[in-house]
């Protein structure tokens, strides 16, 4: 090959690169329905969204620049300039088994100042969950890009589209619009009036009030609003108790169109309790676009035991310091002895 052929394929071979460089860049800088401005004006990003039964892998970001040159660099030259290695590797996986669990991935400047978020999900009928909770983890950052990976196990399944609502505490970040990845023809279910009664031998708990909206649980007095929020009064009935001495401990919630989720219910303290019965409320208020919801409530026991309730240990001894004691087989030998 002569010098001037050589030099016409050098010539060749660059504009063949910069004309792949000047469309990579075309590429990245056109709008992507995925992308959208911020409330203070910084690009978000919709990486990835999942609607599965089983464990779903997140690897951000997924197909980067970064991660294509690493994998073509060898693997030495690749691990020290981080290229190839995800900024973050996020395993979700559904509560319950067999059941689906919607998630989503997201990423935006980290020099914007973002510590915690969570999603409201909102339908084209104005149906809305807010799972009031933030997380604060999970965050990573690569090249000032930080990634995040969140969960909605609750979501109104029975409209056509779902908008995706970025927050951190009470500042919107940004919406997304996604198709329904539920949607199908859900059966309706027929709400049963209150007062409803259930029983578990001598214990007797009776529904006797449920409420669902912003202003369902107590004031918060750091922000001075009610978070959204869901409330159930119950009537205890125990034979065998003369005072309020059950508490719930949990709560499972689900409805006709597959949502099914676990909450740990907190016990309001303000106001005058009536004998017998008690007042208690978790995040997230129900929306009224569903007919029916089923509430299956754990209780737990706090007082007025019977003597043979009772366990009794004697002769605990008292570890010395910085000794490690195992009570359990302590407490196995006493009880061999006695």
Not at 48 to 68: C, G
Not at 99 to 127: K, M, P, Q, Y
Request: hydrophobic share 40%.
């Amino acid at each position: 090959m002569t010098g001037n052929r050589f030099k016409r394929v050098v010539v060749v071979a660059l504009t063949a690169l910069a004309a792949a460089w000047i469309t990579w860049l075309i590429i990245k800088a056109r709008p992507s329905p995925n992308v959208v401005l911020s409330s203070k004006g910084f690009p978000v990003t919709l990486e990835r969204y999942e609607f599965h039964t089983t464990k779903v892998r997140y690897e951000l970001p997924s197909n980067s620049l970064s991660r294509r040159l690493g994998r073509l660099l060898p693997e030495r030259i690749g691990q020290g300039l981080n290229l190839g290695i995800p900024a973050l590797v996020d395993v979700v996986e559904p509560e319950f088994p067999g059941e689906h669990l919607l998630s989503t991935a997201f990423s935006w400047d980290s020099r914007n100042e973002i510590v915690s978020v969570r999603i409201v999900v909102t339908d084209d009928e104005g149906n809305e969950f807010d799972p009031v909770a933030n997380d604060a983890g999970g965050f990573q950052g690569q090249f000032h890009t930080q990634y995040w990976v969140g969960e909605i196990p609750v979501f109104p399944r029975r409209a056509r589209e779902l908008r995706l609502k970025l927050m951190s505490h009470t500042n919107f970040i940004a919406e997304f619009r996604i198709a329904n990845p539920a949607l199908a023809l859900h059966p309706t279910w027929t709400a049963k009036p209150l007062p409803i009664t259930a029983k578990d031998g001598d214990f007797e708990a009776t529904l006797v009030d449920f409420r669902s909206g912003n202003a369902a649980g107590p004031l918060v007095p750091q922000t001075g609003r009610y978070y959204p929020t869901t409330k159930c009064v119950f009537r205890i009935g125990d034979v065998r108790s003369s005072t309020n001495v059950w508490q719930p401990i949990g709560f499972e919630i689900s409805d006709a169109t597959g949502n099914h989720w676990q909450v740990s219910p907190r016990i309001e303290t303000e106001g005058v309790k009536a004998l017998h019965s008690i007042s208690t409320w978790f995040n997230g208020a129900l929306w009224a676009g569903e007919s029916a919801w089923k509430v299956r409530a754990e209780f737990k026991r706090i007082g007025e035991f019977s003597a043979e309730e009772l366990l009794h240990i004697r002769e605990i001894r008292i570890p010395l310091a910085a000794e490690f004691y195992q009570p359990k087989e302590a407490m196995h030998n006493n009880m061999n002895n006695s």
